[in-house]
């Protein structure tokens, strides 16, 4: 349907871009219905990376608490397949066409990193990190994803959007030097690997859902890894020890229907609405959520520094929802 046409056959639809309004003709009927305005569908975008966010910011505490009686491949293949199971079963389940094939290049860099590459490496660091230290660091997350974003789409966001958010990541960077001591380890390591294939899935899963449902996006994504994920968990299980405690099991189930799929859906359907670079820079509170939720669940002690970094970045994302690019 070219924008422009009034009407196909017996009935049409037509926009009027400066009222906003929908024109419906059905027979000879026509009616004028209002269109969602901007404002609307900007906010429920917000809202919906807002959702995606909570979700993954008990994605370090849940893996602490599966990694009580897993090892770390057991954990992120078991997790995958989960997931793999709920998001195939559901593309079976409505009939979903098979994406066209333009779009295979980019699910494979959203299963490469959201399903395989994060999951991985941040299990990895968590054998020697802490979760609070370990959110501190991805926090740097929103600005890896704008700027390959960026550099993906061509997007160009003003000044004042990056000032932002380079003040948020170097609140983020300063608090997370202030936790080590200055000097990072090995777990850093996997982190800081993990922000770079992490902000490739998400930043190509946003493009994606413009064109494709968010829940699809990462479905096929989790589809696309499931022979590898599969194979995983058959070796994991057989080489790993395995100890089905009550936390275990809790953090995984929550790994993979939460931050695995569900997450996903809502994450990408935000970003779709709001745009990549605005959606991660919602991502900037996540460590601080996962602080307290590492404080709640784990046991674990916030550090004296973390109400002022809240503060300080919190007011780095209302400047950055403000900004336009």
Do not use: K
Request: charged residues 10%.
């Amino acid at each position: 349907m070219r924008d422009n046409d009034s009407a196909i056959a017996a009935g049409g639809i037509a926009v009027d871009t400066d009222t906003a309004a929908v024109t419906v003709t059905t027979g000879t009927t026509t009616r004028e219905r209002p269109a969602a305005p901007r404002a609307t569908t900007s906010t429920r975008g917000v809202l919906l990376a807002a959702l995606g966010v909570a979700s993954f910011s008990l994605t370090f505490p849940a893996t602490a608490w599966a990694l009580e009686g897993m090892r770390p491949w057991t954990v992120v293949m078991l997790r995958s397949v989960l997931a793999a199971a709920l998001g195939g079963g559901a593309l079976l389940a409505l009939r979903v066409r098979v994406p066209e094939r333009r779009h295979w290049a980019g699910i494979a860099v959203v299963a490469g990193g959201v399903v395989l590459g994060f999951p991985l490496l941040t299990t990895l660091a968590l054998q020697t990190s802490t979760t609070s230290h370990a959110a501190v660091v991805v926090g740097l997350l929103p600005l890896t994803t704008a700027a390959y974003s960026a550099v993906r789409t061509g997007a160009r966001p003003s000044r004042t959007f990056w000032t932002a958010s380079l003040a948020g990541a170097v609140i983020v960077i300063g608090f997370a030097v202030q936790q080590s001591g200055g000097a990072p380890d090995t777990g850093d390591l996997f982190l800081f690997a993990a922000l770079l294939v992490c902000a490739a899935g998400y930043a190509e899963g946003g493009r994606l859902a413009r064109h494709l449902p968010g829940w699809q996006v990462i479905g096929w994504a989790l589809v696309l890894a499931l022979p590898v994920t599969a194979t995983g968990a058959a070796f994991a299980l057989s080489a790993e020890p395995l100890r089905l405690t009550g936390h275990a099991v809790g953090g995984l189930l929550w790994l993979g229907l939460g931050p695995s799929f569900l997450g996903m859906v809502v994450w990408y359907r935000g970003m779709a609405a709001i745009g990549v670079s605005r959606a991660s820079q919602l991502q900037l509170a996540q460590p601080l959520l996962t602080l307290v939720w590492s404080v709640l669940l784990l046991g674990e002690q916030l550090p004296p520094a973390a109400p002022i970094a809240a503060v300080a970045v919190l007011v780095c994302i209302a400047v950055t929802q403000r900004t336009r690019g």
